[in-house]
């Protein structure tokens, strides 16, 4: 069994930033990609920035130039700075990671998700 577990998460004012982590742990051999994708009310769940296991980052447009993904392969955790925060960032964020287990077999995990509302 594989654990996501996130923090990080709250409420900000316009402008703000925020900083989540993502932490992995239990059965894990490696990890491959690891992301973030977040979902607001009515909408569909939408990758937010992934980062590979070689440090290659891809952001969604929305987020270039405010956002930062970055990883601590030691210690299976990823992270995301938000800065400059605008309303339309309010959605639960989640987290992914990509993982082998050591019995050989590559499965998709997710975070429980934390909720990122940014108002005045």
């Known amino acids: 069994q594989v654990q996501l577990v996130e923090s990080g998460g709250g409420l900000v004012q316009p402008g703000g930033s925020l900083r989540l982590s993502c932490a992995a742990s239990g059965n894990i051999f490696s990890i491959y990609d690891m992301g973030w994708y977040r979902q607001a009310p009515g909408k569909q769940r939408e990758l937010v920035a992934a980062?590979?296991?070689?440090?290659?980052?891809n952001y969604a447009d929305s987020v270039k130039g405010r956002f930062t993904i970055s990883r601590d392969k030691a210690k299976n955790t990823v992270y995301l700075q938000m800065n400059s925060l605008k309303p339309e960032d309010t959605a639960v964020y989640f987290c992914n990671a990509r993982v082998r287990r050591y019995n050989g077999v590559v499965e998709d995990y997710w975070g429980q998700g934390t909720q990122d509302t940014v108002s005045s």
């Open positions: 980062i590979s296991s070689g440090g290659n980052t």
